[in-house]
């Protein structure tokens, strides 16, 4: 890379903008799961949109590629440099100011480099809720979550992170700001091109600001784990507890009794809410806008029908918010406690919710018959039909061969997902992982589109090389 380049691009990052010690930029260089590891001379930290827009028009006047990062927990490598060295990383974590906070509007305008927690606290400050949440929030920023189109446990009440936006603040590749930050519900105004970025990974733009909607704050929250007969039990249930509760249902997360087992092993302080064990389960978590006690006792009839069919075996009822964070704590330390078993194979697949049995009985029944012994691992959002279909090796094969196993797996997996109306990727993207996927289930026209608007927007194709498309 040339010297006289990264001189001004250090200079355009501003004092403390830019780390070039391997020591420093080595975890800018790998991604959460370690499954890539790039090459960079420079991480760029810019504390403005103005000096992201001077970055970006020195990298495309000299061809270096550059590849925006937030907090860097994405599951695709997405946010990780190639190993060619020919690219920046471009942080945006310095760039962490909340703009404003219109609680009369019901937005928040927040620059990319936000916590997605901190985001949540200034709301809670201001009597709003801003929805979106996972696993990662307490690192993961906001910029990040916008370019992946992030889902996390609301959805089923709240929608992706695409529509939690009205307005965005994007750095093109040109080097020009374009300026979308509307605050308005309404505005029929030609194409509505903040949708462009949304989900984009960094390939188009880099968005640095955004305008985001926030909802009533529940007064009344009720947190129940249910034992259901089978998985169509399940999403009969979710059904009537969204009809009971005028759609007060916030998450619906299913889980196999084989991901409970995995927790209550490895998992410290964790047991299980139930006297007997069950093989389906679902946490549900429900709200409120008024405080009047009568959230409690609507879900706990609608649970009541539920029993009488024989949908519900058993429910737990959270009594206090300590309780409700122990039977959460079940539910997100599924993948941590995976960990202890061995090698993985993660599947992010989305269905229709009401071919979510059907999806459950057909992987199932093909991964082990395509690998003898393995462990199903099914959980999720079964709420907005994402299902995290995980396996764990066999006693019978060393991790080596397990994962060797991935790409065959996948194939079949995905098949059986896109074979209900599904798709491949629900939540975590395209990035470098599932780049093959996608021309193997894309059509030729949709192809042909996303090339079209790469080229649009980044004819010299400086924006995070080899990432989606």
């Known amino acids: 890379m040339d010297k006289t380049a990264i001189g001004a691009l250090k200079t355009a990052a501003g004092p403390n903008g830019w780390l070039e010690d391997p020591a420093d930029t080595e975890p800018f260089l790998n991604d959460e799961r370690d499954l890539y590891h790039g090459v960079s001379p420079l991480v760029l930290r810019p504390t403005s949109t103005e000096a992201v827009a001077a970055i970006v028009r020195i990298c495309t006047g000299h061809g270096i590629g550059i590849v925006p990062q937030g907090g860097n927990t994405g599951y695709c490598g997405g946010a990780t440099p190639g190993q060619s060295g020919d690219e920046i990383v471009l942080s945006l974590g310095r760039m962490n100011k909340i703009r404003d906070i219109d609680p009369l509007n019901y937005t928040i305008t927040v620059e990319a480099g936000c916590i997605l927690a901190d985001i949540q606290r200034a709301t809670d400050d201001a009597d709003r809720l801003f929805p979106l949440s996972l696993a990662a929030e307490g690192t993961c920023q906001i910029g990040g979550n916008l370019s992946t189109n992030a889902g996390g446990t609301a959805v089923v009440r709240y929608g992706n992170t695409r529509d939690l936006v009205l307005g965005l603040e994007v750095v093109l590749p040109s080097g020009e700001i374009w300026n979308g930050l509307r605050r308005l519900r309404k505005d029929n105004t030609g194409y509505d091109l903040k949708h462009l970025f949304l989900g984009a990974e960094g390939t188009l733009g880099i968005v640095t600001a955004a305008v985001c909607k926030l909802f009533p704050k529940p007064r009344e929250t009720c947190t129940v784990m249910i034992a259901v007969r089978d998985p169509l039990a399940a ?164 991790r080596e061969t397990f994962i060797a196993r991935t790409e065959h797996i996948e194939e079949v997996i995905h098949d059986i997902a896109v074979d209900l109306d599904g798709s491949f990727s629900a939540e975590h993207g395209v990035g470098v992982l599932k780049r093959g996927e996608l021309y193997r289930y894309k059509s030729d026209v949709e192809l042909s589109l996303m090339r079209a608007v790469k080229d649009v927007f980044d004819p010299t194709g400086v924006m995070n090389r080899g990432k989606v498309i």
């Open 235 to 398: 999403t009969e249930t979710l059904s009537q507890l969204r009809t009971a509760s005028s759609d007060g249902v916030v998450s619906f997360e299913y889980m196999h009794r084989d991901c409970l087992d995995m927790v209550f092993k490895n998992i410290p302080d964790t047991s299980d809410p139930f006297e007997e064990p069950y093989e389906h389960y679902a946490l549900v978590e429900m709200i409120s806008g008024r405080k009047d006690g009568l959230l409690q006792s609507t879900v706990e009839d609608a649970l009541g029908d539920a029993f009488e069919t024989g949908a519900v075996l058993n429910a737990v009822v959270a009594a206090s918010g300590q309780q409700a964070a122990l039977l959460w704590r079940l539910r997100e330390t599924i993948p941590e406690s995976q960990k202890h078993h061995g090698g993985c194979i993660k599947h992010d697949v989305s269905v229709p919710v009401s071919s979510v049995p059907v999806f459950l009985e057909r992987a199932t029944a093909a991964a082990k018959h395509e690998i003898a012994g393995v462990h199903v691992v099914p959980f999720g959002h079964m709420g907005d039909g994402n299902i995290h279909f995980n396996l764990s090796q066999p006693g019978s094969e060393d």
